[in-house]
């Protein structure tokens, strides 16, 4: 299972950074950067640290940016219905991806298939449910285009779940003010999932993991 977060994109920019591949370009490793070992240490030990790291989160917070940053958002591709140029190279990043993971996994004879995780703002404007989303669905269209390409089974999680979180504020399915499902969102995704993975028609099980049927069980004695 192929799952991509609206957050992925943006990963994959930052892991690229220090992404080795073999020789036929399929990512190898991804080696943090001696800095981020040094970040990491002091954050596990120094309290000095974590202090300086909150006055510096207060001080960003007090002013306003002398420039904005060359860095992608985390959740550019969603939040921009056009795509700006770097938006559109990082999504190309990802959606390479999952093609060579796809290639990977069917040399290797291992069923594929594509879903996404939608998030509260594609679904809505506010908190409570109303109002034009504020966020894109496009980054799952675009998946879904991917999938046909490589005639993989797409799951649009976003299509699935959107009957059930249409409307609904966002403390329903997601936890407040986060990007994350809380339990009750967990479960619908869950079923969402285990539906779509149990549909014969997407071959994605052996055949002996497929509810019984009525014809496939055949007549029954009394």
């Known amino acids: 299972v192929i799952n991509v977060d609206m957050t992925d994109a943006h990963d994959d920019w930052l892991y690229s950074k220090s992404l080795e591949t073999d020789a036929d370009g399929n990512p190898a490793a991804v080696r943090p950067a001696l800095s981020y070992r040094i970040e ?66 069917r040399e290797s004879g291992v069923r594929v298939m594509f879903s996404s995780v939608p998030h509260y703002e594609q679904f809505a404007g506010g908190p409570e449910g109303g109002g034009e989303p504020t966020w894109s669905i496009r980054p799952h269209h675009v998946m879904g285009e991917a999938a046909r390409e490589l005639s993989v089974p797409y799951l649009n999680a976003y299509e699935a ?62």
Do not use: K
């Open 40 to 105: 990491q240490f002091l954050y596990n030990h120094s309290y000095t640290y974590h202090y300086a790291r909150m006055v510096g989160r207060w001080l960003r917070g007090s002013r306003e940016p002398a420039e904005a940053t060359s860095d992608p958002g985390w959740f550019d591709w969603c939040e921009e219905e056009e795509w700006s140029e770097r938006t559109a190279v990082n999504a190309a990043r990802t959606l390479d991806i999952m093609r060579r993971i796809t290639s990977l996994a």
């Open 161 to 222: 779940l959107e009957p059930l979180i249409g409307g609904s504020p966002q403390t329903r399915y997601y936890y407040a003010g986060d990007m994350h499902f809380n339990p009750r969102g967990y479960r619908i995704w869950a079923d969402a999932q285990i539906e779509f993975l149990t549909d014969p028609a997407n071959d994605l099980l052996p055949e002996a993991m497929y509810p019984a049927t009525a014809e496939s069980v055949g007549p029954q004695s009394d």
